[in-house]
């Protein structure tokens, strides 16, 4: 479900993708329930290709969220917006304590946070299954001497 979220760079929330078309995309807001049209040109990230910095390398958006989940027994997270930096990270540290210090900024942990409740309010499963790509059957070829 989290590859039809989406986050458009310049507009505040989350969206959910209704249709798609060459130029543009008609999005619904989640906050709103309104219908938007997102053109070509406008910074669209789906949030199942979002990862958040770790020291070993990225952790998917996915398992972040199930672990706020978790912690949250599904509730939001009770963090206010004017949260200062070092509660924040204090609280990123309890759920992913290997996030990198030098690439990971309290707006990014401000960003998961709001991203998070707002799934919660709307009720998306972080469980269900991404739809697969059909993937073509590859062939192998033999050469026989």
Known sequence: ML?????????????KLIST??????VE????????PVYAQEKVVA???VSIYT???????RDVLKT???KEHGNKVNIGSKASGNELFAYLKEVLPEYSKESVYASDVKKLIS?????????????EAEKPDEASSETTETVSE
């Open 47 to 49: 949030l199942s290709d």
């Open 29 to 36: 807001s989640l906050a709103d329930g309104k219908r938007i």
């Open 55 to 61: 020291n070993d390398g990225d952790t998917p958006l």
């Open 21 to 26: 078309s060459k130029n543009l995309n008609i």
């Open 115 to 127: 991203w998070y409740n707002i799934l919660m309010e709307n009720k998306i499963d972080l469980d």
């Open 68 to 70: 706020i989940m978790e």
């Open 3 to 15: 590859s039809k979220i989406l986050s458009v760079t310049g507009r505040p929330g989350l969206y």
